[in-house]
């Protein structure tokens, strides 16, 4: 993360580039421009081998893009107050591929994530 630079509209563009680099693109290289070496992933609990810091949600993004290569999510509605930020967000794959029970037979998935930054 880059030094000094804080606020909810910052928060905001780490969560948009999590979505629009790292699952749309796969460029999980990003993951420590975006996480502190002592982040924790407070969520995807079912998830073997999970690990923490910014190679931990790599390796969480790297699984998704394996189950589903083709993944598009796109972020709906994001606010921010503090630091968190809660998005709500579609996303769709061509493949009819449950994974951790995302997705299946629409190959859609619709949520919304609270993320601590």
């Known amino acids: 993360m880059t030094a000094g630079v804080t606020g909810p509209e ?3 563009q780490l969560v948009r580039r999590i979505v629009e680099e790292m699952f ?3 460029r999980l290289e990003v ?3 975006i996480f502190g070496p002592d982040f924790v992933d407070r969520g995807h609990e079912s998830m073997a ?3 923490g810091g910014p190679e931990g949600f790599a390796h969480f993004v790297k699984a998704v893009r394996e ?3 083709d993944i ?3 972020i ?3 606010v921010a107050e503090g630091d968190y930020v809660a998005m709500w967000n579609t996303a769709h794959s061509s493949r009819g591929t449950v994974w951790n029970g995302s997705i299946g037979e629409t190959n859609q998935h619709e949520g919304l994530s609270l993320l601590p930054l």
């Open 76 to 78: 709906q509605t994001i």
């Open 49 to 51: 081998d999970k690990r």
């Open 24 to 26: 749309n693109l796969g």
């Open 10 to 12: 910052h928060n905001k």
């Open 31 to 33: 993951a420590h421009e």
């Open 67 to 69: 189950a589903l290569p």
């Open 72 to 74: 598009s999510a796109t």
